[in-house]
Nanobody, 120 residues
Framework: QVQLVESGGGLVQAGGSLRLSCAAS????????MGWARQAPGKQRALVAT???????NYADSVKGRFTISRDNAKNTVDLQMNSLKPEDTAVYYC??????????????WGQGTQVTVAS
C-alpha cells in the first residue's frame, strides 16, 4: 500500500503564491507518474499537472505559465508551485501517483486533498 500526504494549502489573495507538497510512502518499488488534480465546488475533478519519470511536465491550459510541477525521485515527493493565483484556482487539490511494483504492475494512489482558497 502507498500513502500520500499533501501539505501547503491555505488562503491566499489573488495574485499571490502557494507551494503544495506531496510525499509518498509505504510499499513502493518505483513511481512512474506523479501529479496534481483539483476539484472546485460544483465542478468535476480535473488534472492540473503531471510529470512522468524521465519526461517533461504537462499542464492544463488554465495553469500554463503560472504553475510549475517538480518531483524529487529520491524522496518520492512532488511539488506544485502556484504563482499568480486567481479566484478560479480555488479548489481542493489532490496529489496522485502511478506506481510500478516488482511485477511491473501499475496502480494509482490518491491523497486526501488540501484546500486552496484564493480570495479577491
Amino acid at each position: 500500500q502507498v500513502q500520500l500526504v499533501e501539505s501547503g494549502g491555505g488562503l491566499v489573495q489573488a495574485g499571490g503564491s502557494l507551494r503544495l507538497s506531496c510525499a509518498a510512502s509505504g510499499s513502493i518499488f518505483s513511481i512512474d507518474t506523479m501529479g496534481w488534480a483539483r476539484q472546485a465546488p460544483g465542478k468535476q475533478r480535473a488534472l492540473v499537472a503531471t510529470i512522468e519519470s524521465g519526461s517533461s511536465p504537462n499542464y492544463a491550459d488554465s495553469v500554463k505559465g503560472r504553475f510549475t510541477i517538480s518531483r524529487d525521485n529520491a524522496k518520492n515527493t512532488v511539488d506544485l508551485q502556484m504563482n499568480s493565483l486567481k479566484p478560479e484556482d480555488t479548489a481542493v487539490y489532490y496529489c496522485f501517483v502511478l506506481t510500478v511494483d516488482t511485477a511491473h504492475l501499475n496502480e494509482y494512489y490518491w491523497g486526501q486533498g488540501t484546500q486552496v482558497t484564493v480570495a479577491s
